[in-house]
């Protein structure tokens, strides 16, 4: 069967497919080999920039233009030629050692040093620092971007809605008022606390050789302080070094980016979710799109898709960025394989993390507030300004104030009538009794309206 997008066996390939494009040049295979090329070119620039590295003379100005020209220009052309090779040699890392060689084959200089391509590296010496690479590339061309977004939205809807009161519930049940921007701003304060915890991973490579010691390297270049030099190597490349390896870099880096990545999308989980009640108790309204149907059978229906479209991405993302995280940090003793498919995941996590950024903002873009609504379920619920009456009498030490609102408000209709009957009873000073007389829900709204503004 031809893959197409109706019959890619992943959705990301076919039904999303086109919300995804651009974590393709970073997560797809070409992307990987992309990222190997890269640094097996660069290893070879520096080893003959290295004047200690005799053997392998500086390379001419035409050549390093030839090199980095490879690494700008390299296509999925190249990638396949790649592939061909791997399938004579059945190992991917040493298929593209051949593809350079080959490649630049017309290259004197090249050739007179052809044994420096790949010298004292084993495999995952260029895999990991690939994998950070493509890590530190996504993350700055799509995830943070495509995030961003989606706070910006959640910050523009808290300026907003900053003064528009909202009945809040807690367990479910009618609870002291707040603003609908303030609880945009909630949402919006946490989602840059995380934002920080995402940006501000430091990506970590390693560059020791087979178990971690530089054991080859020394046997060639028994004087020569190659810690040094691979330190400088890899943070020429904006990586982190990391100095105590096995043969595998731990991972512990790309766990905690996976795992403040899920955070993000455990709070976004459950923003989309407290969305969905909001547009089901009318507070937000969804704006038309001329077409759309909302129901096979249900011509009235607008349904809030976007948002139970996000929340279900982010769930398969979770549980594929925390699988990543528990497992990646872990191999048996100096190595063992088990990294190497899982990796090869990455981008499907991330995909989806993705698609579901993509799917709560449009659903933000819909939304439109219901204050006629959101005044209407305030103006019944007086039942909330106990609160206030209880506290200013325990204020002016009135005898029992819960016990005497609990008795009043539990489980009863109250109204606006109810409520200033028991005020003018109360022996409290007069401003104070007249402050509390004025109140209304709509405006027990403590500082939330300022709250929301600030974000």
Same mark, same amino acid.
């Given at each position: ?85 791997? +399938?004579?040699?059945?190992?991917? $890392?040493? @298929? ?10 017309? =290259? *004197?200089? !090249? ?76 949402? +919006?304060?946490?989602?840059?606390? $995380?934002? @920080? ?10 560059? =020791? *050789?087979? !178990? ?33 390896t096995i043969q595998i870099e731990p991972h512990d880096a790309m766990a905690e980016l996976f795992d403040a990545v899920a955070r993000g999308n455990t709070v976004l989980i459950d923003a989309c979710r407290d969305i969905w009640m909001y547009v089901s108790q009318g ?25 139970? =479209? ?146």
């Amino acid at each position: 069967m031809t893959t197409t997008p109706l019959t890619a066996l992943s959705p990301l390939d076919g039904r999303y497919a086109s919300k995804v494009e651009g974590l393709r040049p970073h997560f797809s295979e070409f992307g990987l080999i992309r990222n190997r090329v890269r640094v097996e070119i660069e290893w070879l620039k520096a080893l003959a920039a290295e004047p200690a590295i005799a053997e392998a003379p500086a390379f001419s100005a035409a050549t390093i233009s030839e090199l980095d020209a490879v690494i700008a220009s390299f296509s999925v052309e190249d990638a396949e030629a790649v592939k061909a090779i791997e +399938a004579t040699t059945n190992h991917d $890392v040493k @298929a593209m050692e051949y593809w350079l060689k080959k490649r630049f084959a017309a =290259n *004197g200089e !090249v050739m007179k040093v052809t044994e420096f391509i790949h010298f004292g590296c084993t495999s995952e010496d260029i895999n990991n620092t690939s994998h950070a690479l493509m890590l530190t590339e996504a993350r700055a061309a799509s995830l943070l971007p495509a995030f961003d977004m989606v706070l910006d939205r959640f910050v523009a809807l808290a300026h907003e809605h900053a003064d528009l009161p909202m009945l809040s519930r807690t367990h479910g049940q009618t609870a002291t008022p707040t603003t609908l921007g303030k609880e945009m701003a909630n949402i +919006a304060y946490r989602l840059r606390r $995380v934002r @920080a915890s995402i940006a501000g991973v430091e990506m970590s490579a390693k560059f =020791n *050789g087979a !178990v971690g010691n530089y054991n080859a390297h020394l046997s060639a270049y028994p004087d020569f302080d190659w810690a040094a030099f691979n330190q400088r190597f890899i943070e020429s490349l904006g990586l982190v070094f990391n100095p105590y390896t096995i043969q595998i870099e731990p991972h512990d880096a790309m766990a905690e980016l996976f795992d403040a990545v899920a955070r993000g999308n455990t709070v976004l989980i459950d923003a989309c979710r407290d969305i969905w009640m909001y547009v089901s108790q009318g507070y937000f309204k969804q704006r038309l799109k001329a077409g759309e149907v909302g129901s096979s059978t249900m011509p009235h229906k607008v349904n809030p898709i976007d948002f139970e =479209n996000a929340e279900g991405n982010f769930g398969v993302a979770n549980s594929l960025l925390r699988h990543f995280s528990e497992k990646l940090p872990i191999s048996r003793m100096q190595r063992d394989l088990t990294d190497s498919t899982v990796l090869r995941n990455m981008g499907v996590g991330l995909g989806h993390t993705v698609l579901a950024l993509e799917s709560c903002l449009k659903g933000l873009n819909k939304l439109e507030a219901d204050p006629v609504k959101l005044a209407a379920d305030l103006d019944a619920a007086w039942e909330v300004l106990a609160e206030p009456i209880q506290t200013v009498m325990r204020r002016f030490a009135v005898p029992n104030p819960y016990e005497q609102l609990k008795a009043l408000t539990r489980g009863a209709h109250i109204t606006r009538e109810t409520l200033q009957d028991f005020i003018k009873t109360l022996a409290i000073p007069e401003e104070h009794k007249l402050r509390l007389l004025e109140l209304t829900p709509a405006t027990y709204i403590g500082a939330a309206a300022e709250l929301a503004r600030k974000i």
